[in-house]
């Protein structure tokens, strides 16, 4: 067994590092890897655009106790009973899934659907505590058990849970009542405006999680930062109980022969432990290590790879080498079925497409996509930058809005803090430069550094020149790890050739990364490369850009292009070559590789030789 002991001066590096990072909402983490019952099937909805379940005719909310709410009236008592509502299977829906995609009246459906499921549960006759957890709800999710309100969560692409109420939960008849709102709102996240579709629903899988009375609720664990470099490396991280408690916990990652008895102070503890065997995460080679944490009375396995991610001198850094970021952005939907992606075969679809682009990165848009993904991108190797729905003109003013952004930003680290592929968390997309905005995203810089400091912070910023030096100067540039930009040459302005009379810098000397840059194609429409929305203008667009990527300087550190499919979007209506696409994927809404596909494809390819010699 390789270990040393803590050393005085590590136990305190440690100490205020836990107290900056550790885990500070209620959210079990590694749910896919515990005692679940699934809720995930059929469920019985009512569609109520004037939320009259949920307010009466003075537009008070209704009493949970009142009969007259929808979510308390499993049955119909007697006859005489006026009753204007009522869950039948007539009224089907599938969970996970959004609404939208599930019957033609929800495609541009936007407000309250009420959800329910009746269920009977082997409760057994241990004493655990049972917690109902969501993958996620877009937007807005009331939620109600056998009656009784079990609590409210906004957000719609972070999971959530709350503790069901000891003895709430019956062997037989419970019935679980969701009020599920996907309305847009000026003080939300995002906000009224996005270049994507609104689907709503319960978008990802529902979950009975049980645990024992104490329970490990979260845990991190992380190659310690500049240790790669050494023999012997180190795996630093803490875990949190869900109370306090004195605990004797179990930290073991066999493959290594490590094995580490912790004693629990309060809700939590440090720790570091060393090996010199360690192989580090890569996406050329992604091991995973089996890590098993245990406590008298729960055991939770997960997976977990360990590398280091940094910048030095401007230069983006994977253990010890420079990196360069072949990416593709993607949106968190299966096109050929419209429909959001919810599941393991949805992320190995999604990432699989990547793959063959030779893709080694993936910019996941504009919003935490699910943990399916996230854990597959661990496997297969492919990095990952996540971020939350801070887009375009959030109400950058309010404290309010900021102190939601705050909660999406915790509850996207919370889930994935232990996935080695996440290298970046982005705080946000396009804002606008103004004093307000800046401080506002800074903030949420600052928080994601707080929780987390062993990953790099970004923000896609905006570039509209069209020709000369770009110089990046936004001054939140000043705060991100890396200058992250989306530029459109030749598509917002120009045409693909002026990509030829622009080079770029930036007054931060830190890597540039372009987060986006796209063209539309509409597939199987074939032109001349001048005529625009044509596969061959598409095409021409992305040669150009390879044309002015090959001039980038040094600090150039890769790219994310918009985009892997083509993707549903309210805001594009072209009858002919749009309707309702957003038609700059690299693949057409049936999979089908554009030619632009081939353009990027050969550079990633070239590029990737490059930085294995
Ligand atoms: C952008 C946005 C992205 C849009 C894209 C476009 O800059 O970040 O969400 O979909 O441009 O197609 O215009």
Same mark, same amino acid.
């Given at each position: 067994m390789k270990e040393i002991k803590i050393s005085l001066l590590f136990a305190l590096i440690a100490i205020s590092f836990f107290t900056n990072s550790q885990a500070q909402s209620n959210l079990i983490t590694n749910v896919l890897n515990r005692k679940t019952i699934s809720l995930n099937g059929i469920w019985q909805y009512i569609i109520d655009p004037y939320e009259t379940g949920f307010y009466d005719y003075r537009r008070e909310e209704r009493n #949970?106790? &009142?009969?007259? @709410? %929808?979510?308390? /009236?499993?049955? *119909? &008592?007697?006859? /005489?009973d006026r009753k204007e509502f009522g869950f039948t299977d007539k009224y089907a829906i599938k969970v996970p899934g959004d609404w939208n995609s599930q019957a033609d009246k929800f495609m541009y459906y936007e407000g309250t659907v009420w959800y329910k499921k009746s269920f009977d549960v082997d409760l057994g006759t241990s004493s655990e505590r049972i917690f109902l957890h969501f993958?996620? #709800?877009? %937007?807005r999710a009331d939620v109600y058990l056998n009656g009784k309100k079990l609590g409210m969560h906004k957000g719609g692409f972070t999971a959530f849970n709350f503790e069901i109420p000891s003895k709430l939960l019956q062997a037989k008849g419970n019935f679980l009542v969701v009020k599920v709102d996907n309305k847009r709102s000026i003080d939300e996240i995002p906000t009224i405006n996005t270049d994507w579709w609104n689907y709503g629903g319960i978008t990802r899988d529902v979950n009975l999680v049980f645990v024992p009375q104490d329970f490990v609720q979260d845990y991190s664990l992380q190659l310690a930062k500049g240790s790669y470099a050494n023999k012997a490396k180190t795996i630093e991280g803490w875990l949190k109980l869900n109370r306090k408690g004195q605990e004797k916990v179990t930290l073991e990652i066999p493959e290594l022969k490590i094995k580490r008895e912790l004693t629990v102070i309060g809700d939590s503890v440090a720790f570091n432990v060393k090996s010199s065997t360690i192989r580090l995460w890569s996406p050329k080679s992604p091991k995973l290590y089996q890590v098993i944490i245990s406590t008298k009375n729960e055991k939770i396995v997960d997976k977990i790879g360990f590398r280091n991610i940094e910048i030095q001198a401007g230069k983006l850094i994977l253990n010890g080498k420079p990196v360069f970021l072949r990416g593709i952005s993607v949106h968190e939907e299966i096109p050929d079925q419209v429909r959001r992606a919810y599941s393991d075969q949805d992320a190995q679809h999604l990432l699989g497409q990547a793959k063959e682009l030779n893709a080694n990165m993936v910019r996941l848009a504009h919003y935490p996509h699910n943990e399916y993904m996230t854990r597959a991108a661990d496997s297969l190797g492919i990095m990952v930058w996540s971020e939350i729905p801070v887009y375009w003109t959030i109400d950058f003013k309010s404290a309010d809005v900021l102190a939601k952004a705050k909660t999406q930003l915790e509850e996207m680290i919370t889930r994935d803090r232990n996935r080695a592929s996440i290298i970046i968390w982005s705080v946000g997309n396009e804002t606008p430069v103004n004093a307000d905005r800046t401080l506002f995203m800074s903030k949420l810089v600052k928080k994601a550094k707080e929780m987390d400091q062993s990953r790099i912070v970004a923000a896609a910023l905006e570039s509209f020149g069209i020709q000369g030096v770009q110089t990046i100067? &936004? $001054?939140l540039g000043e705060f991100t790890d890396v200058v992250a930009v989306n530029q459109y040459i030749g598509w917002y302005g120009g045409l693909p050739d002026n990509s030829r009379k622009v080079s770029w810098a930036t007054k931060f000397d830190k890597p540039i990364f372009f987060s986006e840059t796209g063209a539309e194609g509409f597939s199987g429409f074939h032109a001349d490369s001048l005529t625009r929305y044509s596969e061959e203008f598409q095409e021409w667009y992305y040669r150009e850009q390879v044309g002015m990527f090959k001039r980038m $300087?040094?600090? *150039? @550190?890769?790219l994310s292009p918009w985009i892997l499919n083509d993707f549903r979007s309210p805001r594009r209506n072209h009858p002919i070559y749009q309707e309702g696409w957003n038609n700059k994927g690299l693949f057409d809404h049936n999979g089908k590789k554009k030619k632009a596909f081939y353009v990027l494809k050969a550079y990633y390819d070239e590029m990737e030789k490059l930085y294995d010699k």
């Open positions: #949970v106790n &009142d009969r007259e @709410a %929808y979510w308390n /009236t499993e049955k *119909f &008592d007697n006859k /005489t993958g996620a #709800v877009n %937007y100067e &936004d $001054p $300087p040094a600090n *150039f @550190a890769g």
